[in-house]
């Protein structure tokens, strides 16, 4: 699996919103994995504001486009991020090997949840944030149902690769803290809530999970190598308002 050519797809996560087309990008060359350290994956200088490496995640042309704006807070870069009725994202390609930087931290804020927005359905599956997390892996091993939907996402991409498997951090309105939630199209999108409901709205909340112990819950394995990162704000679904800012995004060693 080549991965010039998955990298920046992130195409199963365009079901979310009811597409599975993605606009392919130009992808930077891949990051290799480090031997030992903090990975930072915001540093600024980017081409057009954003930070480097990072390019548009388009999900469907039709759809209207979240609004993402980088600026420095306190020395740190933030990415302010403004969706109205909208979805698109903005992705980062890796080639990172998950058992060397096993961690991932970050922080955002909301200014408020998106009303009506359910993970658990499909015509609901909006957030306020999201941290998305590609890997690669064997796509042969998979069920019948699985790798018909991938061949179908090509198909509709025009030619552009689904990720083996897709990791999304949310936050939700209902769904308790650690709850995983697989998307209703393919098993190979899963969703593990690390906010949920009112608590900490309005205020920066920092975090920081393991990478290989959040893909072994949400899907009973190891995971391959990690391919691409993105942030998505979206609120096609329930044609809601939603404000949010991303900062500090790093992959630790420990």
């Not at 899907?219 to 096609?236: K, M």
Request: aromatic content about 8%; overall charge positive; glycine content about 8%.
């Amino acid at each position: 699996m080549k991965f010039s050519r998955i990298a920046l797809s992130f195409v199963a996560i365009a079901a979310l919103s009811g597409c599975a087309v993605m606009e392919p990008a130009t992808p930077p060359d891949a990051m290799s994995a480090p031997s030992e350290g903090t990975v930072s994956i915001m540093e600024r200088s980017g081409v057009g504001g954003l930070p480097a490496g990072w390019e548009p995640w388009i999900l469907h042309p039709t759809k209207r486009k979240t609004r993402y704006e980088t600026r420095g807070r306190n020395g740190d870069t933030v990415i302010w991020a403004h969706a109205e009725s909208a979805a698109s994202g903005l992705a980062r390609r890796l080639n990172l090997d998950p058992a060397v930087t096993p961690w991932i931290e970050w922080r955002w804020r909301v200014e408020s949840l998106v009303a009506g927005a359910d993970n658990t359905d499909r015509y609901a599956e909006d957030s306020p944030v999201r941290i998305v997390l590609a890997f690669d892996g064997d796509r042969r091993k998979l069920p019948a149902r699985d790798q018909l939907f991938f061949e179908k996402a090509r198909l509709l991409s025009g030619g552009q690769e689904m990720p083996y498997a897709t990791l999304m951090y949310i936050w939700e309105n209902r769904q308790p803290v650690n709850a995983v939630i697989t998307n209703p199209n393919t098993s190979r999108v899963r969703k593990i809530v690390v906010s949920s409901g009112e608590a900490g709205v309005g205020t920066w909340q920092n975090y920081r999970r393991n990478i290989i112990e959040d893909y072994r819950r949400a899907y009973g394995n190891d995971p391959g190598r990690l391919i691409g990162v993105a942030i998505l704000t979206d609120t096609d679904n329930t044609r809601q308002t939603a404000s949010a800012q991303y900062g500090k995004i790093r992959l630790l060693e420990k």
